[in-house]
């Protein structure tokens, strides 16, 4: 699986847009970018995934560059309950699907 | 749907004990995986399991054994726990194939080996 690599921490106003960054130039073709979060000490929660295209859910939206090297996810109006942990991973859209390498993540800490 | 459960919550051991932690998913998953997460640190896999019956190593698998001999349920078990043991443990389960595979994630295990 491609390594991924992410700033170790971010602040963002309450309200204002949070836009996290991920690298990711190892990948593979058939690779998806999956992002999760992680609030205080719970389970990871998924947040969303993409191949090559934009994709937009009713959480985030995430903005993949058109060689795939890299990724954004954006937290279009961020409150206090987003403050968590957000990490980027990749993995096969088939197969292994799990064997996924969680690295360190980013902190994003959204203040009044 | 319960999800993905995981007993206990909390576990104190001693240095050489031995324990199993239990998890267990109703989503009808191929795919089931323990990771292990020190304080401040991201998460490391343990063991993986792609069906009933098949197993693999992880990034950290030293000192755990698992088994699947169900689709629901993939047990981790600690064989003689050390301090280095001490950490929060998590279970996730996927679909094996296909595109919308994301994992869910138990409520986690914390673990303090004494």
């Known amino acids: 699986d491609a390594k991924t690599t992410q700033p170790p921490s971010m602040d963002c106003a309450e309200g204002r847009a949070a836009n996290l960054p991920c690298n990711h130039s190892?990948?593979?073709?058939?690779?998806?970018v999956y992002w999760y979060r992680q609030i205080h000490s719970q389970g990871p929660q998924y947040i969303i995934h993409?191949?090559?295209n934009n994709e937009t859910n009713e959480m985030a939206s995430l903005i993949i560059t058109e060689d795939r090297k890299s990724s954004t996810l954006i937290l279009p109006h961020a409150t206090l309950r987003d403050t968590a942990v957000y990490y980027c991973i990749v993995s096969p859209g088939y197969t292994n699907a799990g064997k996924s390498t969680f690295g360190d993540g980013t902190t994003l800490t959204v203040k009044p | 749907n319960a999800g993905v459960t995981q007993t206990p919550k909390f576990q104190v051991l001693k240095t050489g004990q031995s324990m199993t932690l239990q998890c267990a998913q109703d989503?009808?998953?191929?795919?089931m995986s323990w990771y292990r997460q020190d304080p401040g640190m991201g998460l490391r896999l343990i063991h993986y399991?792609?069906?009933?019956?098949?197993?693999d190593q992880g990034e950290v698998p030293n000192g755990y054994n698992v088994s699947r001999s169900t689709t629901e349920d993939f047990p981790l078990r600690l064989l003689s726990a050390a301090p280095s043991q001490t950490s929060v443990y998590f279970c996730?389960?996927?679909?094996?194939?296909?595109?919308?595979?994301?994992?869910?994630f138990g409520p986690g295990t914390r673990l303090t080996v004494l």
């Open positions: 993409g191949l090559k």
């Open positions: 996730a389960s996927s679909r094996l194939a296909g595109v919308n595979n994301e994992q869910f």
């Open positions: 399991s792609v069906g009933a019956g098949i197993t």
């Open positions: 989503m009808n998953h191929e795919y």
């Open positions: 190892t990948i593979s073709g058939n690779e998806y």
